[in-house]
């Protein structure tokens, strides 16, 4: 598992997904996860792979990336 943890906002998403899915494509990584990304941002990324996780800060306190929560529930993630 290569567990992504943040999207570099200096470089477009596009391109860091990119090269995930070539270094994927080469054996060299199994399988993709993301940490702190938005619904937006998972769909932006499952155009070019299959996200098998998803690691976002989630608590009683705080309860901000709810609707990625339901996303990846509906999506059997």
Do not use: M
Request: proline fraction near 3%.
């Amino acid at each position: 598992l290569y567990q992504l943890h943040r999207i570099d906002p200096k470089v477009p998403a596009e391109i860091t997904f990119g090269f995930l899915k070539q270094a994927q494509q080469a054996g060299k990584i199994r399988h993709i996860g993301l940490s702190e990304v938005s619904v937006e941002e998972i769909k932006q990324a499952q155009q070019f792979f299959t996200v098998v996780s998803v690691q976002n800060r989630y608590s009683v306190y705080n309860r901000e990336w709810e609707s990625v929560l339901d996303y990846c529930q509906q999506q059997g993630r």
